[in-house]
């Protein structure tokens, strides 16, 4: 639309100028055309497909039916505006939604046909000419060596042997601009009209436990790590361009020169994180144990495939009895997590009598 619209303009300025140049002067225009120009021909252009695939689609069903056009009425000419490769391939009506989500290229490709092919260059152009006369002079000759002779050839041949190739790339590159325009206009408004499936994706274990237990606990940085972020403002403003490899090797040394009472900080500073984070991991894995084994059945048992869960232990109604009046029996907690269950069971099945101690610690 842009092209029709300037062509005439171009040409006028320039009346000794080839029209291949024309249509170079045109997409260069198109290229540095602002933002508001390149809206109002994109949706002048929506606007016009829209209109199109309805006009095709009464025309095709009309056609179907063998029943003459309306009066006044002719045969959508929007189809005219489109590639060859375009032309036949293109369906007014929307994909069947399917089972698996489509691939948007092979959408594009089965709705709009396959897309334009950048044009080889003039040496490739001379290389598919004469290849088959050079394999002909040369019985037996191998692919790498005709192709090194195809080559020397190029590469002696003159100017005028060369630009009948120059001018085939040439008016094949006119036509690439054309169609490749005409090709993302069309792709536009596809993709504008077509409704494609929402994706919907299945959230992995980590993404699922950081949703509902928060981020997990991340390991404390070394004394030496400390110490590197607390100097490596001052070595940047002190050795002003100085490169980060540069700056990391300076901050080593620094730290390697210090000595034991200045490192004793950083390194208290380490154990303080390192206590903490001992504490929070371990908070962290026992909620997300229980949180595993009190999630959603049908979920639970996809995210802990591959793991093997304990056997349910069954109890006796006298044991059951006895645990109510005498506690829990005493066991050795083989993790953090049943430290919590020992401290917590009692209270969970006082709260609510009837209850299994197995169903209590999940």
């Known amino acids: 639309m842009y092209y029709a619209d300037h062509v ?18 045109i997409a260069e225009q198109w290229m540095n055309a602002s933002m508001e120009v390149c809206s109002l021909y994109r949706n002048r252009y929506t606007a016009l497909a829209r209109q199109y695939k309805i006009d ?10 063998n029943v003459p056009p309306e009066s006044g009425q002719s045969v959508p000419t929007a189809r005219l505006a489109q590639p060859e490769h375009a032309a036949s391939s293109v369906s007014p009506d929307p994909l069947p939604q399917p089972t698996k989500l489509p691939n948007m290229d092979r959408t594009l490709e089965r709705e709009m046909g396959p897309k334009p092919v950048v044009p080889v260059p003039p040496n490739r152009l001379y290389f598919k000419g004469i290849i088959e006369s050079v394999r002909q002079e040369n019985p037996g000759i191998e692919f790498g060596d ?23 790339h040439k008016e094949l590159k006119r036509q690439y601009l054309i169609d490749i325009s005409v090709y993302d206009a069309c792709k536009e408004a596809f ?32 004394a030496s790590r400390l110490y590197y972020k607390d ?10 361009g100085i490169s980060w ?57 996809k995210y802990l495939t591959g793991t093997e869960l304990e056997p349910e232990t069954t109890y006796s109604d006298e ?9 829990p ?25 009837g209850l299994g101690v197995d169903d209590a610690r999940k």
């Open 8 to 25: 005439e303009a171009v040409t006028a300025s320039n009346p000794d100028i080839a029209q291949c140049e024309v249509t170079s002067l």
């Open 56 to 65: 095709i689609a009464a025309y095709d069903a009309r056609a179907n039916a």
């Open 146 to 168: 005709a192709r090194k002779i195809v080559s020397a050839r190029w590469k002696n041949a003159s100017v005028e042997e060369r630009q009948p190739y120059i001018d085939l």
């Open 191 to 222: 993709v504008s009209t077509y409704s494609w499936p929402v994706p919907t994706k299945q959230l992995a274990k980590d993404e699922v436990l950081e949703q509902e237990l928060g981020p997990k606990p991340v390991t404390p940085m070394a």
């Open 231 to 240: 100097v490596i403002g001052d070595i940047y403003r002190d050795n002003p």
């Open 245 to 301: 490899q540069a700056a990391r090797r300076l901050a080593s040394d620094r730290w390697k020169a210090l000595s034991e009472e200045d490192q004793r900080p950083f390194k208290e500073r380490h154990h303080a994180l390192n206590k903490q984070f001992m504490i929070d991991i371990a908070a962290y894995n026992a909620r997300e144990k229980a949180f595993l084994l009190t999630y959603d059945e049908s979920v639970s048992t």
């Open 319 to 327: 044991e059951i009895e006895i645990e109510r009046e005498l506690g």
């Open 329 to 353: 029996r005493p066991t050795l907690a083989k993790n953090v997590f049943d430290l919590f269950c020992l401290d917590h069971t009692r209270d969970v099945l006082s709260e609510n009598p």
